[in-house]
């Protein structure tokens, strides 16, 4: 079979009837699916992007050669570099649930407008979002919290008091991290191996992805 072929990954997608859930991002997208991996693996199968492989060559052979058709979720890693890449590839990935990390300053130069372009071409991911789906967004992001999102429904994670999934503590260790994570009046405490103030972010998205789909948190 030609795992690279992206005629055949089509197919297989079309062929896919459960949820996809897709997330891009200047960084933090390989770490976002393994927090939203780990927590729907204890309850269902689910198949996951293959060694950060997520360009129009690394999508159809994670597709082709690993996902699998029973499985009750797909979570698919996006990444762009050149323009006009993110609307194909989210019209091929059909997500049902779009993430979305941040937007920074990353792969600029193949833009003709640097950072302004790259960053329309991000915000991609954002548009035609149906009504049965759910946009799930990093709301410390700069970029992202200055926009008004009209008539789709948004997820909103963030240190802020209005913010969905509310990040509401982060205990840096040696090698660890103590994360306090807050939603509707709950207070969930996680204590996951590494460090970094954005990985609680990348978890808190993981939880917002959770809520949505009613999966219970452990």
């Known amino acids: 079979m030609d795992y690279l072929s992206f005629e055949n990954a089509i197919k297989k997608r079309e062929k896919f009837n459960n949820k996809v859930i897709s997330v891009t991002g200047t960084s933090g997208k390989t770490t976002t699916c393994k927090f939203i991996y780990d927590i729907l693996k204890n309850f269902n199968k689910v198949n996951k992007t ?22 009750d979720y797909w979570i698919i890693e996006i990444g762009i570099s050149k ?12 997500p049902d649930i779009r993430i979305i990390t941040n937007i920074g300053n990353a ?5 003709t407008n640097g950072i302004h372009d790259y960053i329309n071409e991000k915000l991609e991911f954002t548009k035609n979002i149906s009504s049965n789906s759910v946009l799930i967004i990093n709301n410390d992001d ?14 909103k994670c963030g240190t802020s008091d209005t913010d969905d999934v509310r ?10 991290s103590v994360i306090k994570i807050k939603y509707n009046e709950k207070i969930y405490i996680f ?28």
């Open 83 to 94: 323009p006009n890449e993110m609307k194909k590839l989210v019209e091929f990935v059909k």
């Open 191 to 218: 204590k996951i191996n590494g460090i970094g103030k954005h990985n609680a972010m990348n978890l808190c998205l993981a939880i917002g992805c959770a809520i949505y789909l009613k999966i219970e948190i452990q």
């Open 142 to 155: 700069n970029i992202l919290n200055n926009i008004r999102f009209k008539n789709i429904n948004v997820i």
């Open 107 to 111: 792969h600029t130069l193949n833009f």
């Open 167 to 176: 990040l509401i503590e982060y205990i840096s260790g040696i090698k660890t």
């Open 50 to 71: 293959h060694e950060n492989s997520n360009s129009f060559l690394g999508i159809p052979w994670c597709l082709n050669k690993y996902f699998e058709l029973d499985s």
